[in-house]
């Protein structure tokens, strides 16, 4: 089946392989994505799209729709592709790297965004085959969490209604020409968390006169640890970090006042409210215990990313059609970063899977890190992968 997609899929590998180069070498932050956004347009008015809408404050995300031409039911998939790059400095020593210090698609963005393209190219080409709408999102701002939410405030997922959404994201730990799923949780959901500790000033020498804040905050740090591994099934997945600490007085002091700043990471919403109460009791009773007054702040910034069923299944079936995919794999956890397609996860069904990156052979170069590397061979992969799925999603719901 669909040996014209993989015929179609080969002949314009080269050309978007070009593309993703190219937004490469021109890295742009969350919210200043100005010549991704431009190229990204310039390619889908070429391409004959229907409607092309740019999206958020800063203008830079796309909702581009193309209708097929054939007669059969009025469907309607969205695709969603990131397009923002990170404040890194790239020592991947690729020709095609960074042109702008400091700046480094170092997520793979750069291979979403001309794997989408090349996807709707395709989907242009084929659009007498198929009836319904297909919906691209070029979204903005995913690496700052801003550029999901205002895709959802601009009402990406009506007008036509999205039955079912789909995106990939590079995963330098499995190699090209692997697939990477789950069939439930694929990022986890995160709040952020502020303890502030106040406490009681006095000499070092003389502690029995104060409130030993260092003392208290060290002691929450530590208990909270224990939330995790202690008050949680050891098949479920969550924890306390805290990245920041700010306080005190000087060598000969205690007592000023301590601020801890971290988050929580979940993936149930009961796992999140058991956290919730448990951070705030433990936090607050080692204050009481320590004589310290604690006052705890969560705010919640991501939801987690559930995949539904029907739609993996949909991913692992049209994978045995393409050639390229050598096997599926059943990813063992999720990621515990956050991810703000979550959003349009909330809206409609579907699914979020990994696309294998990395060389066989070659070393592993993490996300995020600063020699992140994403091997050319993944984007027509990836392209097929997509525009298969939604093929088969428009025709068979
Ligand atoms: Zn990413
Ligand atoms: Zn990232």
């Known amino acids: 089946m669909n040996e014209s997609l993989a015929t179609l899929v080969q002949r314009k590998a080269d050309e978007v392989i070009?593309?993703?180069?190219?937004?490469?070498?021109?890295?742009?932050?969350?919210?200043?994505?100005?010549?991704?956004?431009?190229?990204?347009?310039?390619?889908?008015r070429a391409f004959g799209v229907d409607v092309i809408r740019r999206i958020g404050k800063s203008q830079t995300g796309i909702c581009a729709e193309l209708y097929g031409t054939a007669d059969g039911p009025k469907r309607c998939i969205g695709i969603r592709a990131d397009i923002d790059a990170l404040p890194?400095?790239?020592?991947?020593?690729?020709?095609?790297?960074?042109?702008?210090?400091?700046?480094?698609?170092?997520?793979?963005?750069d291979s979403h965004a001309a794997i989408l393209l090349g996807t709707a190219w395709l989907l242009s080409d084929l659009r007498d085959t198929f009836?319904?709408?297909?919906?691209?999102?070029f979204q903005h701002a995913e690496e700052e969490l801003g550029g999901g939410r205002e895709f959802m405030e601009a009402g990406v997922m009506e007008n036509p209604h999205v039955d079912g959404v789909m995106a990939l994201h590079a995963l330098?730990?499995?190699?090209?020409?692997?697939?990477?799923?789950?069939?439930?949780?694929?990022?986890?959901?995160?709040?952020?968390?502020?303890?502030?500790?106040?406490?009681?000033?006095?000499?070092?020498?003389?502690p029995h006169y104060g409130v030993d804040t260092i003392l208290a905050a060290s002691t929450i740090v530590t208990t909270l640890q224990s939330l995790g591994s202690r008050e949680l099934a050891p098949t479920d997945c969550a924890f306390v970090t805290f990245g920041r600490i700010e306080g005190g007085i000087s060598n000969s002091y205690i007592g000023g006042p301590v601020v801890?700043?971290?988050?929580?990471?979940?993936?149930?919403?009961?796992?999140?409210?058991?956290?919730?109460?448990?951070?705030?009791?433990?936090?607050?009773?080692?204050?009481?215990?320590?004589?310290?007054?604690v006052t705890v702040e969560i705010t919640p910034e991501m939801i987690p990313t559930c995949?539904?069923?029907?739609?993996?299944?949909?991913?692992?079936?049209?994978?045995?059609?393409?050639?390229?995919?050598?096997?599926?794999?059943?990813?063992?956890?999720?990621?515990?970063?956050?991810?703000?397609?979550?959003?349009?996860?909330?809206?409609?069904?579907?699914?979020?899977?990994?696309?294998?990156?990395?060389?066989?052979g070659g070393p592993h170069c993490p996300t995020h890190s600063?020699?992140?590397?994403?091997?050319?061979?993944a984007v027509p992969i990836g392209m097929e992968v997509l525009a298969a799925a939604a093929l088969d999603a428009l025709a068979r719901g």
Request: net charge neutral.
């Open 260 to 293: 801890l700043e971290g988050c929580i990471r979940y993936l149930r919403k009961t796992t999140q409210e058991l956290f919730h109460r448990r951070v705030r009791e433990i936090a607050t009773g080692v204050g009481t215990a320590l004589k310290a007054n």
């Open 172 to 206: 330098p730990d499995i190699y090209v020409g692997e697939i990477g799923v789950r069939d439930d949780f694929m990022t986890a959901g995160v709040d952020l968390l502020k303890v502030t500790v106040e406490g009681k000033q006095a000499h070092g020498g003389y």
């Open 131 to 137: 009836s319904g709408c297909v919906k691209f999102f």
């Open 88 to 109: 890194i400095r790239e020592q991947s020593g690729v020709p095609y790297a960074s042109k702008r210090d400091g700046v480094f698609h170092g997520c793979g963005h």
């Open 18 to 44: 070009q593309w993703r180069r190219r937004i490469h070498e021109n890295p742009e932050l969350s919210f200043h994505e100005t010549e991704t956004s431009a190229l990204i347009e310039e390619k889908l």
């Open 307 to 360: 995949v539904d069923k029907t739609w993996v299944d949909r991913i692992r079936r049209v994978c045995r059609d393409v050639a390229s995919v050598e096997r599926v794999i059943d990813l063992p956890s999720p990621a515990m970063g956050g991810e703000d397609y979550a959003y349009y996860l909330e809206k409609a069904p579907g699914t979020l899977f990994r696309l294998g990156v990395r060389t066989p």
């Open 370 to 377: 600063i020699n992140f590397y994403v091997d050319d061979r």
